[in-house]
């Protein structure tokens, strides 16, 4: 009975591309495959492991020209360990309406990052290595805790950012 509805399913709904009359089987599993391909394109890293980051604006401080650089309305974001600093700058970019020739400087703790740093780099080697990125689990203390308390990794890690500076 199912093939004789599919049959005559095909005789009313013949396929049109080009004026060819092609097998509709022909072209399913090409649909299978584009649609397997576009379910994991929309994953979007979400399995990654992910890092919470606070985006800082840097202020101008006593530079000429207008202050262009704004704060985000939003500036805790959550994203792909992977996600490198060249497409923060892109998300910055976007978020700040900047045009496409303004660049950007984003900093973790006063120092210029790489465009092809990931976060999960700048974590393990410029954020948790910096004492005053630790807190006391017990009293909040990053000094050295009188309550014998662990410490703790800050969090979120905070990445600054700022108009590009040239010194050439």
């Known amino acids: ?5 599919e049959i005559e399913f095909w005789k009313k709904n013949k396929p049109q591309e080009n004026g060819q009359d092609e097998s509709p089987k022909a072209d399913k599993p090409k649909v299978d ?33 207008d202050n262009v650089v ?14 490198t600093v060249g497409t923060i700058k892109k ?19 006063g120092e210029i990052m790489g465009k092809d740093h990931t976060m999960e780099f700048i974590y393990m080697t410029r954020w948790r290595l910096r004492g005053e990125n630790f807190r006391c689990q017990n009293c909040s203390s990053s000094q ?25």
């Open 1 to 5: 009975e199912e093939l004789q509805r």
């Open 33 to 65: 495959e584009e649609c397997d391909e576009n379910e994991e394109d929309k994953d979007y890293h979400r399995s990654d492991p992910q890092i919470a980051i606070c985006l800082d604006c840097l202020r101008n401080n006593g530079q000429s020209g």
């Open 91 to 109: 998300f910055l970019s976007l978020k700040l309406k900047l045009p496409s020739s303004y660049e950007l400087d984003v900093l973790c703790n």
């Open 70 to 83: 704004k704060g985000l309305m939003k500036k805790f974001i959550r994203c792909s360990t992977r996600v």
């Open 144 to 168: 050295v805790c009188s309550q014998d308390g662990t410490f703790s990794q800050s969090y979120p890690m905070v990445l600054q950012y700022r108009p590009r500076i040239d010194f050439g």
